[in-house]
C-alpha cells in the first residue's frame, strides 16, 4: 500500500518560560491511501500536536529541530505558504474535539461551508452551485432542513448537529484525509455511537484515509484498521487492529488495556501508578521508564527505537531486542 501521510524521527518543541517543552521525541508514523488508522494514548501524550504538524497549523511558539512529514511524498516542512494552503483546502482536512470552538460564532453555517467550498479549487464555482454543494453536504450527513441550516449561526445547533456540521465541512470538498481528534467528546453515549457510525460511513463511501485520534481503546478497535499507542511524545507499539488486542506487547499497551472496565467478573478497573515525565526535563532514555515494571539499566539510558515483530506488529522496549 503507497503512503499518503509517512512521518520519520519527528521532534517537536514548543517555547515556554524556562526552555522548552520537548514534547514530541522523534515520532514514527504512517498511513496509506484508503486505511483507516488509530491513535491511542492519554491526554497530552502528542496525539494531537503530531497530527496539527500535517497540516502545518502548529502555534508559533513550536520549534522542530528534527524530522520529515510527508504528504503525498512531499514534505509539509519545507513547502511554501501556498502550497501548505492547497494542502489545506484541498488535500486534508481535520475535525477538532470541541465544534463550538472550531465554528466561527458569527457568521452562519453557509457562510463558513461556502469558504470551505470556494478555497478546494473546484473550478466554475458560482453562489448558486456553492450553495447546492453546502446543501448536499448536510444532506449527507444526515441533518434535516439543510435550507434552515445554513441560515442558522452554531449557537442555534445542539452539540450533536456541530459536529455533524464540521463532518459536513470536512467532506464537502474531495480531499485524500480526514483527521478526527476525538470526535465524539463531550456529546452523550447515543450521539457519540452516530457521529461515529456517520464518519464510518462517509469515509467508506468517498474512499478517504483517516486519522482517528481517541484516548479510548475500544473506539479504536471499532474503527480502525491499525492502531498506534502513543506514550509522552513516542509512538511505542503499532499493529493491526485484532493483533494489538490479542497480543499486547509494550508494557505501556498492556497496562492500558488493565484499566478497560469489564463488564462482567467484578472487581475493579486499575489505573497506572505513576504520571507522565516532565517535558521540560524528560528522562534521557525511554519515557515510560520511570512507571515500567520491566525497566533495566538501558531503559534509562538509551530512548528504544521500533523493534519489527513480523506482520506490521512493532514494538519500542529493549524487552524485544
Keep these: 500500500m503507497d503512503d499518503l501521510v509517512k512521518i ?52 508559533s511558539q513550536a520549534y522542530i529541530p528534527k524530522g520529515e512529514v510527508l504528504f503525498e511524498g512531499k514534505d509539509v516542512l519545507k513547502m ?39 478555497n478546494s479549487g473546484i473550478r466554475d464555482l458560482d453562489k448558486e452551485k456553492i450553495r447546492q454543494l453546502s446543501i448536499n453536504a448536510l444532506k ?28 459536513a465541512m470536512a467532506l464537502a470538498t474531495e480531499r485524500a484525509l ?46 480502525a484498521d491499525r492502531i498506534y499507542v502513543m506514550y509522552a511524545g513516542n509512538m511505542v507499539e503499532v499493529s493491526d487492529n485484532e493483533e494489538l488486542f490479542s497480543n499486547p506487547l509494550h508494557p505501556y499497551t498492556e497496562m492500558l488495556l488493565s484499566c478497560v472496565p469489564k463488564l462482567s467478573g467484578g472487581g475493579i478497573a486499575e489505573g497506572i501508578p505513576g504520571r507522565i515525565p516532565d517535558y521540560l526535563n524528560p528522562p534521557p532514555g525511554c519515557r515510560f521508564e520511570p512507571r515500567c515494571p520491566y525497566a533495566f539499566k538501558r531503559c534509562r539510558e538509551e530512548k528504544p527505537d521500533f523493534f519489527d515483530m513480523g506482520n506490521g506488529h512493532k514494538v519500542a522496549c529493549f524487552k524485544y531486542d
Excluded at 97 to 117: K, R, Y
Excluded at 141 to 167: N, T
Excluded at 184 to 206: C, G, P
Design 8 to 59: 520519520q524521527d519527528l521532534y517537536v518543541w514548543f517555547k515556554v518560560y524556562g526552555g522548552y517543552m520537548k514534547v514530541l521525541n522523534g515520532v514514527n508514523f504512517s498511513l496509506g491511501k484508503g486505511e483507516k488508522v488509530s491513535i491511542v494514548g492519554e491526554t497530552g501524550c502528542g496525539k494531537t500536536t503530531t497530527m496539527k504538524t500535517i497540516l502545518w497549523i502548529l502555534s
Design 80 to 118: 511554501k505558504e501556498s502550497e501548505i494552503k492547497r494542502l489545506r483546502g484541498r488535500g486534508a482536512a481535520m475535525i477538532f474535539q470541541d465544534p463550538m470552538a472550531s465554528l466561527n460564532p458569527v457568521f452562519t453555517i453557509g457562510d463558513q461551508l461556502a469558504a470551505v467550498i470556494s
Design 140 to 167: 449527507e450527513v444526515k441533518l434535516p432542513d439543510p435550507d434552515r441550516i445554513l441560515g442558522s449561526y452554531p449557537f442555534q445547533m445542539s452539540g450533536g448537529m456541530r459536529q455533524r456540521i464540521c463532518i
Design 178 to 223: 480526514i483527521i478526527a481528534d476525538e470526535p465524539t467528546t463531550n456529546l452523550d453515549v447515543t450521539i457519540q455511537d452516530q457521529i461515529l457510525a456517520l464518519l464510518r460511513e462517509m469515509v467508506a463511501k468517498r474512499g478517504n484515509s483517516l486519522i482517528l485520534i481517541t484516548h479510548s481503546m475500544g473506539i479504536a478497535r471499532e474503527n
